[in-house]
């Protein structure tokens, strides 16, 4: 009898270091796969993110003064250096688009989190640089269509920002 009790405890020490060891192999795999899927968006989609991310949070504001001036008080070569400078960060974010679109879901939520809210912030980017362009373009003011579209932007890139640090 008592040799059956050791041979039952040995039996269950084994399991119990198997099980341990195969919980332990999985927790090493899904670290793993994490970082893949971390270093994934970092690598392939991040750069492309802050072109246009970097575009709003350093000309935003300079150009939003400018198009809240009188359209008759913007000079001329101003304006198509703006429209300039528009247009290669529409091209930038419409890359950053199309890079996102093209890339698989990601397994892990954190991470798909913060491509959804970089797509959202990106498109909501995009439209406030055509409202702009068309404002400069047609020498309109400043008004509450513009002023609609730049909160949801402001909102959707407080968005973007809170999701990258939740990863």
Known sequence: ERGDKKWADAVATTRAARDRQARDAQQR?????????????NQ????????????YEKRWQEIAGILQTAPLARGAIQVAEIRQ?????????????????????????????????????????????RVADQLLAEATPWNDAIAEVAERTSRSARNFNRSLRAR
Not at 29 to 41: A, I
Not at 44 to 55: S, T, V
């Open 29 to 41: 795999r899904q670290r793993g796969k994490e970082q893949n899927e971390y270093d994934r968006f």
């Open 85 to 129: 400078e528009l247009s290669q960060a529409r091209s930038d974010i419409c890359t950053a688009l199309e890079k996102l679109k093209q890339t698989p879901e990601f397994e892990i939520d954190r991470v798909e989190g913060a491509a959804r809210a970089a797509r959202r912030y990106l498109e909501d980017l995009d439209e406030l640089l």
């Open 44 to 55: 392939e989609l991040m750069p492309e993110i802050l072109k246009g991310d970097r575009f």
